[in-house]
């Protein structure tokens, strides 16, 4: 694996954990109401797409092997460009539903 795959791969999953570290121990209530917590999620949604992005130009086998990816790089571009239309319950969805996903399935390239 090309070491620029690599740090792809290394930059999502920091902040994939940046992302946990951030949410860890409060629901979505809390969540809701810290706009500085929901500014620091956005943020590393919008580099985890980039990366994903550059991973796509990069390798394209390896970005197959990603679950959703292009959903994610699509996500990105709804923060980036449709801050306007974001809605912070599909922000907490994916946090609790698929991040874990994405987690995993990085992981699992990594050790590859």
Same mark, same amino acid.
């Given at each position: ?5 690599? *740090?792809?791969?290394? !930059? ?9 570290? $951030?949410? *860890?121990?409060? !629901? $979505? ?12 999620? #956005?943020?590393?949604? #919008? ?6 992005? =550059? %991973?796509?130009? @990069? ?5 197959? =092997?990603?679950? #959703?990816?292009?959903?994610? +790089?699509?996500? =990105? ?5 449709? $801050? @306007? +239309?974001? @809605? =912070?319950?599909?922000?907490? @969805? ?10 995993? !399935?990085? #992981?699992? %390239?990594?050790?590859?």
């Amino acid at each position: 694996m090309q070491i620029e795959v690599k *740090k792809h791969l290394f !930059d999502i999953l920091e902040a994939v954990k940046e992302i946990e570290g $951030y949410v *860890k121990g409060i !629901d $979505y209530a809390v969540f809701s109401a810290q706009s500085i917590t929901q500014a620091a999620v #956005e943020r590393k949604f #919008e580099i985890i797409g980039e990366a994903l992005n =550059r %991973l796509l130009r @990069d390798d394209a086998g390896v970005f197959g =092997r990603i679950a #959703e990816g292009q959903r994610i +790089i699509g996500f =990105r571009n709804i923060l980036a460009h449709g $801050y @306007d +239309i974001v @809605d =912070r319950a599909i922000i907490w @969805d994916i946090i609790k539903n698929h991040l874990s996903v994405l987690r995993s !399935d990085v #992981e699992r %390239l990594l050790k590859g």
